[in-house]
């Protein structure tokens, strides 16, 4: 069975430095993956995802991942965070065409200090 | 558009009420999905349903715990004779297609149950 691992339970910033959230995944085949984020009181919302293709991958708000296939990782990065950025972030995958089964981590908090 | 709403938001139970708990997809998702969260953990997968159809609901943690989508829009999570270890936040989301394309999922805000 797929799983997914984040290693950082709390990471806490100042504001403009930079961040990396690790995300480390156990499956063999085709992956699909996700980063979401939940900001205080509000419900997930879709950061950036992976299908296909570029395996850098730009989404919403200045953040990007890179899927490193050979090292099962997909982490989330950001050059300059801000205080607005603090929030709970979740990776996740989806194992394969036809899966629909998302496997998400256990979730990072992240505390950006003004 | 209106996203992913659930009802309602919070939820105090005995121990052995049942409870059940709404899920409105976006108009028109074929696919609606239920995750439980509890407290330090990410979403977990309960079961999906195509259109009315509940294709899988391996999930499901017990028999106390049911699900329907009768219409093949707003879909309802039942839970029979809740226990302490029931309370956590219940999440559906929804995407606009089936089974055999993989897609973002769009999230409802969650309905936060507390078993006492």
């Known amino acids: 069975a797929q799983s997914v691992s984040q290693h950082n339970h709390h990471v806490i910033l100042s504001e403009a430095a930079s961040l990396e959230l690790g995300c480390n995944y156990s499956y063999g085949g085709t992956v699909n993956l996700f980063w979401y984020v939940q900001y205080p009181g509000q419900h997930l919302q879709l950061l950036l995802k992976y299908f296909s293709g570029d395996p850098l991958v730009k989404g919403i708000k200045g953040f990007e991942a890179e899927f490193i296939k050979s090292k099962f990782s997909f982490n989330l990065r950001k050059p300059s965070v801000q205080w607005s950025d603090t929030a709970e972030y979740f990776c996740a995958l989806l194992s394969g065409a036809g899966s629909y089964q998302l496997t998400f981590g256990k979730g990072t908090k992240l505390s950006v200090i003004p | 558009g209106a996203g992913v709403s659930q009802s309602p938001r919070y939820k105090v139970a005995k121990r052995g009420q049942d409870v059940a708990l709404r899920c409105d997809p976006i108009?028109?998702?074929?696919?609606l999905f239920w995750y439980q969260q509890a407290l330090g953990q990410g979403p977990e997968f309960l079961t999906y349903?195509?259109?009315?159809?509940?294709?899988?609901k391996s999930g499901l943690p017990s028999d106390r715990f049911f699900a329907e989508r009768p219409e093949g829009s707003v879909s309802t999570l039942k839970i029979q004779r809740t226990q302490q270890e029931d309370s956590a936040v219940y999440l559906c989301?929804?995407?606009?297609?089936?089974?055999?394309?993989?897609?973002?999922?769009?999230f409802g805000p969650g309905t936060r149950l507390t078993v006492t």
């Open positions: 349903f195509q259109n009315e159809a509940q294709l899988d």
């Open positions: 989301a929804s995407t606009p297609v089936g089974l055999a394309d993989s897609y973002e999922q769009y």
């Open positions: 108009s028109g998702h074929v696919s």
